[in-house]
């Protein structure tokens, strides 16, 4: 993953715990606290996890992980 690399961020192991396919990063790139949340792989075909209820899962635990994301996405949105 080219973009965690570069902003040198290192996985949570176990954020969202043992059954969801979710992966947090965390990091700090130039002053600025980030959080980067990937779909993850899915267990059966190895293929990405892209179906819509994956992303709506992935989408809820981000946002609820990171208590300052929710004001920001609604400020984004207006």
């Known amino acids: 993953m080219p973009l965690i ?3 040198g961020l290192t ?4 954020y969202f715990g043992h ?3 979710f992966h947090c990063f965390n990091g ?3 002053g600025i606290k980030l959080a980067i ?3 993850g792989k899915d267990r059966k075909f190895g293929c990405d996890n ?3 209820e994956g992303f ?3 989408l809820f635990s981000s946002v609820h992980s990171h208590p300052t994301t929710l004001p920001k996405l609604r400020q984004a949105l207006q």
């Open 28 to 30: 700090e790139y130039k």
């Open 56 to 58: 709506s899962a992935f």
């Open 37 to 39: 949340v990937t779909n």
């Open 5 to 7: 690399t570069h902003l």
């Open 19 to 21: 059954a969801a396919p």
């Open 50 to 52: 892209v179906r819509w």
């Open 11 to 14: 996985q949570q192991s176990n």
